[in-house]
C-alpha cells in the first residue's frame, strides 16, 4: 500500500500534463506471422527485479474441485529511490467450509533469488521451479498462514508475441514503461493449507502468471478485467486493460482456449462486455450484473489441409457472488485517502466466483463446457 501513497506528487505532475504522451505497442502487435501463441523459454521464468518504479509479482489461481477459489501471490515493489519492499496475499475462499479470507502480509526486504534466477527464497514465502520449468514448489510459513503446494503446468504455458506492452514506445529501449504478462493456463493444484489455525487440504485446477508493471501502476491503466474460468474439461482467461487517457484509451487484450488439455488458441480479439450496470454508493463506480465474454483467434496446430481453423468461445456469466471487494487505500490515514481520492486515484478491485458455461466452436464442431468462473474488475484512475 505504500508505493500508492509514495507516488503521489509524481503522480500529480503526471495528471497536469507534464508526462510525454506517445503510442502503445500491445504483444499482439509483436507477434509474427499473424500466430499470436510464443513458447515460454528459460528468460521468461527469470525474475527481472527492476529498478525505478516497478512492480513484479508471480501470482497462482486455484479453482478447487469443491467450489471454492484461492490464490496466493508474492510481489516485489521498487519504488524510485526507496529500498524495495517485499509482500505476498492470499485469498482463501471455501464456501463448503465458510471460509472466505483475505490476507496482506508485508514482509522485510529479504530477497534471494537462485542461481538461475527462476526461484526465490523470502522471509516467509518460498518458490521453487524444477529444472524442466514443468512444477513449481510453494511453502509458506507464516504464522497466520501455511502452504505447502505441489503446482504442475498442464501442456503449455505462453506469452504473446514478446510478452510485454510498450507504453510511449515501440520497444524496451524507447518506451515510457512496460507491462509484461507470462502465463500457464492450465495446471494441477494439490496440498494443504492452514489458515486462521484452520487445516483445509487442497485438490484444484490453475492458472499460474508472472506479470510486471514498469512503471507506476495508475499511469498505466485505468481499468482493469481479468478472467479465469476452469472447467473439467476445458480451462479460458483473458487479461485485459485500458491504458489511460495520457496512452490514448487503449484496450490491451490476451486470451487463451485450452479444451482437453491442450492449449488450442491464443487470441488478442477477445471481449469483455459489462451489462447491466448498477451504481455502487460505496465507490461511485458502475458495476455489472452479468458480463459477456467473447474469445475469437485461431488454433495453433493446423488442421490435415495445413490450415488453422477457426476458434471462438461465448460465455454470458450473471454475476451473483461477489467474495471480495477491496479499497486498496484502506490502510492508508482517513484525511490522507481522500486527497488521494480526489486529486488522484481511487483504487478499488471486485471479484467474484460464479457458475458458467462456455459454447465453444473450433471449426465447425461446438461444445459446450461447464464450470466455474473467477472475474475480477480493477479500477484505477479516471485519468
Not at 496482506?104 to 533469488?113: G, I, P, V
Not at 495446471?187 to 487442497?202: L, N, R
Amino acid at each position: 500500500m505504500a508505493s500508492w501513497f509514495s507516488q503521489i506528487s509524481s503522480t500529480v505532475s503526471n495528471v497536469a500534463g507534464t508526462t510525454k504522451k506517445g503510442s502503445v505497442t500491445t504483444p499482439g502487435d509483436t507477434a509474427k506471422d499473424g500466430q499470436y501463441y510464443s513458447e515460454l523459454v528459460g528468460k521468461d521464468y527469470e525474475w527481472a527485479l527492476a529498478s525505478g518504479s516497478a512492480t513484479e509479482n508471480q501470482i497462482f489461481y486455484m479453482t478447487t474441485k469443491t467450489g471454492g477459489f484461492i490464490f496466493v501471490q508474492l510481489i516485489y515493489s521498487a519504488i524510485g529511490l526507496f529500498k524495495p519492499t517485499v509482500s505476498f496475499t492470499c485469498r482463501f475462499y471455501d464456501p463448503a467450509s465458510s471460509t472466505n479470507k483475505f490476507k496482506n502480509f508485508n514482509q522485510s526486504s529479504e530477497f534471494t533469488l537462485s542461481k538461475d534466477r527462476r526461484s526465490v527464497k523470502t522471509e516467509f514465502f518460498n518458490i521453487t521451479l524444477d529444472p524442466a520449468m514443468s512444477k513449481f514448489k510453494i511453502s509458506i510459513t507464516h504464522p497466520d498462514l501455511v502452504v505447502d503446494l505441489d503446482y504442475v503446468r498442464i501442456d503449455n504455458g505462453f506469452k504473446v508475441g514478446d510478452g510485454k506492452t510498450y507504453l510511449g514506445g515501440k520497444d524496451q529501449a524507447s518506451a515510457a514503461g512496460i507491462v509484461s504478462h507470462k502465463f500457464w493456463p492450465r495446471c494441477t493444484a494439490k496440498g494443504t493449507f492452514i489458515i486462521e489455525k484452520q487445516f483445509h487440504e487442497v485438490d484444484a485446477h490453475g492458472m499460474f502468471i508472472h506479470a510486471i508493471q514498469g512503471m507506476q501502476p495508475q499511469l498505466i491503466a485505468s481499468k482493469w478485467n481479468f478472467v479465469d474460468f476452469q472447467s473439467e474439461d476445458a480451462a479460458l482467461s483473458i487479461m485485459q486493460f485500458t491504458t489511460t487517457k495520457q496512452y490514448g484509451g487503449i484496450e490491451v487484450n490476451q486470451g487463451s482456449i485450452v479444451f482437453k488439455d491442450k492449449l488450442i488458441s491464443v487470441s488478442v480479439e477477445n471481449n469483455v462486455e459489462l451489462m447491466d450496470l448498477k451504481l455502487d454508493e460505496d465507490t461511485g463506480y458502475e458495476i455489472p450484473q452479468h458480463v459477456k465474454l467473447t474469445w475469437k483467434g485461431k488454433t495453433i496446430e493446423k488442421n490435415e489441409d495445413g490450415q488453422a481453423e477457426n476458434v471462438s468461445v461465448v460465455m454470458v456469466v450473471k454475476l451473483k457472488n461477489l467474495i471480495d471487494k477491496i479499497d486498496i487505500l484502506s490502510e492508508i490515514p482517513w484525511f490522507l485517502k481522500k486527497i488521494v481520492q480526489t486529486f488522484v486515484v481511487k483504487p478499488y478491485i471486485y471479484q467474484w466466483i460464479d457458475d458458467a458455461t462456455a459454447e465453444i466452436t473450433v471449426g465447425d464442431e461446438i461444445q459446450t463446457s461447464s464450470g466455474r468462473c473467477y472475474q475480477e474488475l480493477v479500477f484505477v484512475s479516471g485519468f
